[in-house]
């Protein structure tokens, strides 16, 4: 199986989440509850202890699509 990664594209760049094993639907659930206003954000944190922040309302005005990791 594939990994899957979270591409999400907004006029500042492109982002790219990437999915550990088994959190994807994690993943899925956090970017509904953003969209949704019941999130105010989706946190991830890095390999080496970094915190990456996507705020709601870049989430809201991004196209964002679920892929296989190239």
Do not use: R, W
């Amino acid at each position: 199986m594939e990994t899957k990664v979270i591409k999400i594209k907004h006029v500042t760049g492109t982002y790219i989440i990437e999915a550990p094993h088994g959190k994807l639907n994690d993943l899925k659930n956090q970017l509904d509850k953003c969209l949704n206003d019941e999130q105010g954000a989706i946190v991830i944190k890095g390999e080496d202890g970094d915190l990456f922040v996507y705020p709601s309302h870049l989430l809201k005005n991004s196209f964002i699509a679920i892929v296989d990791k190239e």
